[in-house]
């Protein structure tokens, strides 16, 4: 057909000439016309399309944005703050402007670790701070111990252990001369199955991470300043930040999430953390609501420092600021590792000119010095003295460990493992004559020692190729990022790592026990289908499943890690796995396996590993942790919430929180899908029974029209004459207004923790219809039970935990209506239920 069209006609303009490029393509058209004429208008529409798009992408962007809340509340002597600012109103006070400007910012330091030291007023007797790294214990340095992550401190759900793995790791950062520790993480929660920071946080709970980060303030501000981070909404690290991408920039994604979603969910943990008294702030990378999270009026001075009062000083994260007076007025008070917007007395000049007000240097300056005497900074060790800038090079080798702490780090590494399947009685061992031990996990990696400043557990560990390194530079996505690290997983990457003073392998500590035992060892920790002899009485598989800041994770589950698994259980009727997890991770590829008897998720027990990981699976104690997250059958349970959001070509990322409060197990019921271990599951080697279920609850509905204070734009300056509020907002929301008892009977053979739970079901709705509430965690408590003991356990409930957030009257309300109760062992096995009246 094509070479039956009818010749051109004389109105047509002058042919082009025979054999040229133009001539060719008219002729090309013509014979592909079918081809030829849709492929053009779509061309012709593109930009009409694209013209569309970018209308719709700016309604969408418009929809969400932060509103602005000015001015930014002034830090005043509050509760036992009150001496710690008398002192910093006289030092600052003798400050000059530019002073002043000094102390809010990164300075450059050779001499020191320190991942950021603020400037100084030796004048007026400010030393300036050493900040440093991390949630997890020192990070980068010699003379330091590797705690449990805080995903096996969730795991644990031991609240009093997060306390003193908190004192013994703050007293180690005081000892090396840091004065703020950065951290605990509260911020990611846990929203984005595959999100890259999660381990480095508890749970994916926020009331859990909400007690677990309260204790852990605690601790570590027995001797320096904690900074809970990262605020807020910081959920990902897929365009965590800014990409400079040729000159067309590629801005942080937005994290755009409704007042409610805000409230319940992201913001209540840091609320707990100011409560307990956290004097510094961490403010993140992402875009809340389309605003910067360190230029975000409404969550810093709104809800940080208007709402929940908080006293200290907002630190940026690293480069995190990105602009000057706007974030100076947003409430941040110091920008970090250093800054282009507030160096160069910019500040001063501002203030000079007008462009920002005095008050807010002033306050600036204020948090930071009351916050250096609140937590007795004045009295600490030089900044960073322990911590040389490269111990490679010859330093004062300063040992901040204490000898206490051993028992310890033991301690929360048993306590973070999970024991998800034990069948046939496998676990535990009982002296067996022959093991087989398989797996890259089971060994020391090959080497450990800092590559220039930074450790092999960091980033560089895990051997990243050029384009993933470049792409860390560049902020850009990390191309098929690792998803394992060969050699022992004690923690994950980037600045959460931390560093063992040494790495107890479960090679090591099983090769102990045959030792004692008399046990014969075979083992193979490099091949995918390695030989099982057949007198192995059981096959241990060590694997992992690595994780990092940065980037978010490729999957939940790796493919090689799972052919070891599968291989050794088609030759081996008693393989037992271990899985050292920085997070979810999937086990359907092999979990059904009637010849895979036993499964432990390990997380990351930090250095010692492998003694901890012995002396549960040879039963010297009994498994006690329960899963912080949900692991679904198969990945795509998650839903939207598994993979983070992408840019998807667009310069402002959105990332819409369309599912409200109902992340990880709160979203499995709401979209009514079972997953393969429910969030609070883990076996022990015993049996528990619940009974004896009484709530005595002394509550009254909010009614209507109680005066509640609103900090919206010009109103946020008036805490300090409402008497009703204290460090961490409202007082009567943490008042007791109950509590909940149950009896637990230890019915099975040996003396074992259980970690009974209180989950609420809250009535009345959300504000968004298609995210039903579902049942809420509420209490928790970790009982060590001897057989045939029993105990109670008694959940004590704070109003707010029976509250709700009412959008249109900005306040936390108690429903009226029925509240159902349930305890038990996970949020799926509850045994006991009862419900009461409010
Ligand atoms: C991280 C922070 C960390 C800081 C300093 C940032 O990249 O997000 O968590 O504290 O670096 O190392």
Same mark, same amino acid.
């Given at each position: 057909m094509d070479g039956d069209e009818p010749a051109t006609t004389g109105n047509e303009k002058a042919p082009l000439l025979e054999g040229s490029k133009g001539s060719k393509l008219i002729a090309f058209c013509r014979r592909h016309k079918r081809i030829v004429i849709p492929v053009g208008i779509m061309i012709l529409l593109l930009p009409l399309l694209g013209l569309l798009a970018l209308r719709n992408h700016h309604a969408h962007a418009m929809n969400w944005t932060s509103p602005l809340v000015y001015p930014s509340p002034q830090g005043y002597a509050i509760g036992n703050w009150s001496a710690a600012y008398e002192k910093a109103h006289a030092m600052v006070g003798n400050m000059s402007l530019e002073e002043m400007n000094n102390i809010t910012l990164g300075v450059v330091d050779t001499t020191s670790g320190c991942v950021g030291?603020?400037?100084?007023?030796?004048?007026?007797?400010?030393?300036?701070?050493?900040?440093?790294?991390?949630?997890?214990?020192?990070?980068?340095t010699d003379g330091v111990n590797a705690y449990a992550s805080g995903i096996h401190i969730g795991a644990s759900w031991n609240a009093s252990l997060a306390y003193e793995r908190a004192q013994f790791m703050g007293a180690e950062?005081?000892?090396?001369?840091?004065?703020?520790?950065?951290?605990?993480?509260?911020?990611?929660?846990?929203?984005?199955? *595959?999100?890259?920071?999660?381990?480095?946080?508890?749970?994916?709970?926020?009331?859990?991470?909400?007690?677990?980060g309260a204790q852990s303030i605690i601790g570590l501000q027995e001797s320096v300043i904690a900074s809970v981070k990262h605020f807020v909404a910081n959920e990902q690290e897929t365009n965590r930040n800014p990409i400079a991408n040729d000159g067309n920039p590629i801005l942080s994604s937005s994290s755009n999430l409704d007042d409610e979603t805000m409230h319940e969910l992201y913001l209540w943990p840091f609320q707990d953390a100011i409560v307990a008294g956290a004097g510094c702030v961490m403010?993140?990378?992402?875009?809340?609501?389309?605003?910067?999270?360190? *230029?975000?009026s409404k969550a810093i001075n709104g809800l940080l420092k208007g709402e929940l009062n908080f006293p200290g000083f907002v630190v940026s994260d690293w480069v995190a600021q990105h602009s000057g007076i706007e974030s100076a007025n947003a409430g941040l008070d110091m920008a970090m590792p250093t800054t282009g917007f507030w160096n160069e007395l910019q500040l001063q000049?501002?203030?000079?000119?007008?462009?920002?007000?005095?008050?807010?240097?002033?306050?600036?300056?204020?948090?930071?010095?009351?916050?250096?005497?609140?937590?007795?900074?004045?009295?600490?060790?030089?900044?960073?003295?322990?911590?040389?800038?490269?111990?490679?090079?010859?330093?004062?080798?300063?040992?901040?460990?204490?000898?206490?702490?051993?028992?310890?780090?033991l301690q929360q590494a048993l *306590?973070?493992?999970?024991?998800?399947?034990?069948?046939?009685?496998?676990?535990?061992?009982?002296?067996?004559?022959?093991?087989?031990?398989?797996?890259?996990?089971?060994?020391?990696?090959?080497?450990?020692?800092?590559?220039?400043?930074?450790?092999?557990?960091?980033? *560089?560990?895990?051997?990243?190729?050029?384009?993933?390194?470049?792409?860390?530079?560049?902020?850009?996505?990390?191309?098929?990022?690792?998803?394992?690290?060969?050699?022992?997983?004690?923690?994950?990457?980037?600045?959460?790592?931390?560093?063992?003073?040494?790495?107890?392998?479960?090679?090591?500590?099983?090769a102990a026990r045959a030792y004692d035992d008399g046990t014969g060892i075979f083992f193979d920790f490099v091949s995918t289908e390695p030989s099982v002899v057949s007198s192995s009485e059981a096959c241990l598989v060590f694997i992992n499943e690595f994780s990092s800041e940065v980037w978010d994770r490729a999957g939940l589950a790796d493919a090689d890690s799972d052919t070891v698994v599968n291989n050794v259980a088609s030759a081996c009727n008693n393989t037992i796995v271990v899985i050292h997890n920085a997070g979810i991770r999937l086990v359907d590829a092999w979990i059904d396996n009637p010849n895979v008897t036993a499964v432990i998720f390990a997380h990351l027990p930090g250095q010692d590993a492998g003694r901890a990981v012995a002396q549960i699976l040879y039963g010297d104690v009994s498994p006690s942790g329960r899963l912080p997250y949900t692991v679904a059958r198969q990945a795509s349970d998650y839903g939207n919430l598994l993979s983070p959001c992408q840019a998807d070509g667009s310069s402002s990322p959105q990332c819409v929180y369309t599912e409200g409060v109902n992340i990880d197990y709160r979203g499995f019921p709401a979209r009514n899908i079972t997953p393969r271990y429910e969030f609070g599951y883990g076996l022990t080697y015993s049996a528990f029974s619940y009974s004896d279920l009484h709530t005595s609850i002394n509550a009254t509905a909010t009614p209507d029209g109680a005066v509640v204070p609103v900090y919206t734009n010009d109103t946020t300056n008036s805490n300090s004459n409402n008497t009703a509020i204290g460090v961490g907002g409202l007082l009567s929301l943490f008042e007791s207004i109950g509590?909940?008892?149950?009896?637990?009977?230890?019915?099975?053979?040996?003396?074992?923790?259980?970690?009974?739970?209180?989950?609420?079901?809250?009535?009345?709705?959300?504000?968004?219809?298609?995210?039903?509430?579902?049942?809420?965690?509420?209490?928790?408590?970790k009982v060590l039970i001897k057989p045939n003991e029993t105990a109670e356990v008694s959940f004590n409930l704070r109003r707010k935990d029976v509250s709700t957030w009412n959008v249109t009257r900005q306040a936390w309300v108690v429903p009226s209506g029925e509240f159902g109760v349930y305890v038990g062992k996970s949020v799926l096995n509850t045994p006991l239920r009862t419900s009461f009246t409010i």
């Open positions: 030291v603020s400037g100084s007023a030796p004048r007026v007797g400010f030393p300036g701070l050493c900040l440093h790294d991390a949630g997890n214990g020192v990070r980068n950062f005081k000892r090396k001369g840091v004065n703020v520790a950065l951290g605990p993480v509260v911020g990611p929660i846990g929203r984005i199955a *595959e999100g890259g920071r999660f381990w480095e946080g508890f749970s994916a709970d926020p009331y859990m991470d909400g007690i677990l403010c993140s990378y992402n875009r809340i609501n389309n605003t910067y999270g360190c *230029e975000n000049k501002a203030v000079n000119s007008g462009a920002l007000n005095r008050t807010r240097l002033v306050d600036m300056a204020t948090r930071i010095i009351a916050t250096f005497y609140q937590f007795g900074q004045d009295k600490a060790l030089p900044n960073g003295v322990g911590m040389p800038a490269n111990i490679l090079l010859p330093h004062n080798y300063t040992d901040a460990k204490d000898p206490a702490a051993k028992s310890s780090l *306590e973070g493992h999970v024991l998800v399947k034990n069948v046939n009685n496998a676990l535990p061992l009982r002296k067996p004559k022959v093991l087989s031990i398989f797996g890259y996990d089971a060994i020391q990696q090959t080497s450990f020692v800092p590559n220039g400043n930074t450790f092999p557990q960091s980033w *560089e560990a895990i051997g990243l190729g050029i384009q993933q390194s470049m792409g860390i530079a560049s902020n850009a996505p990390v191309p098929d990022p690792p998803q394992t690290q060969n050699g022992t997983l004690v923690v994950g990457g980037g600045s959460g790592s931390n560093t063992p003073a040494y790495i107890s392998t479960p090679y090591d500590a099983i509590t909940i008892t149950a009896t637990i009977a230890n019915t099975g053979p040996v003396a074992a923790a259980e970690v009974a739970q209180l989950y609420l079901q809250i009535p009345g709705g959300t504000s968004n219809t298609s995210n039903p509430r579902t049942r809420v965690l509420r209490g928790f408590e």
